[in-house]
């Protein structure tokens, strides 16, 4: 079965940066849509930022300009790297795939942006 495996994550202060990795196995990935969504407490599960399997990229208005998606096919890796953190950037980060006909999610990486 396909498994998202992720890891980065961790505590960090405002200002500081993280990058998140995102390994797939089980699943072709060159032709996969591969996404970050976040979950704050309390809150709604929301799209973070999403690269097509072309490379072209959605990122979310709230961390337009700090945080960057990209895909390292080779390495069946998704990344995403997140500058300038804010506390409302915290929560778990989960990846996620879109392959024809299916989606599947990591288990999450817990981010936690405070002073």
Same mark, same amino acid.
């Given at each position: 079965?396909?498994?998202?495996?992720?890891?980065?994550?961790?505590?960090?202060?405002?200002?500081?940066?993280?990058?998140?990795?995102? *390994?797939?196995?089980? !699943?072709?990935?060159?032709?996969?849509?591969?996404? %970050?969504?976040?979950? *704050?407490?309390?809150?709604?599960?929301?799209?973070?930022?999403?690269? $097509? $399997?072309?490379? $072209?990229?959605?990122?979310?208005? $709230? /961390? &337009?300009?700090?945080? #960057? !998606?990209?895909?390292?096919? *080779?390495?069946?890796?998704?990344?995403?790297?997140?500058?300038?953190? &804010?506390?409302?950037? #915290?929560? /778990?980060?989960?990846?996620? *795939?879109?392959?024809?006909?299916?989606?599947? %999610?990591?288990?999450?990486?817990? /981010?936690?942006?405070?002073?």
């Amino acid at each position: 079965q396909v498994q998202l495996v992720e890891s980065g994550g961790g505590l960090v202060q405002p200002g500081g940066s993280l990058r998140l990795s995102c *390994a797939a196995s089980r !699943i072709i990935f060159s032709i996969t849509t591969m996404g %970050w969504y976040r979950q *704050a407490l309390g809150k709604e599960r929301e799209l973070v930022a999403r690269i $097509s $399997s072309d490379g $072209s990229t959605v990122v979310t208005d $709230s /961390v &337009k300009g700090r945080f #960057t !998606i990209s895909r390292d096919n *080779a390495k069946n890796t998704v990344y995403l790297q997140m500058n300038s953190l &804010k506390p409302e950037d #915290t929560g /778990v980060y989960y990846c996620n *795939a879109i392959t024809p006909g299916s989606g599947y %999610w990591g288990q999450g990486t817990q /981010v936690t942006v405070s002073s």
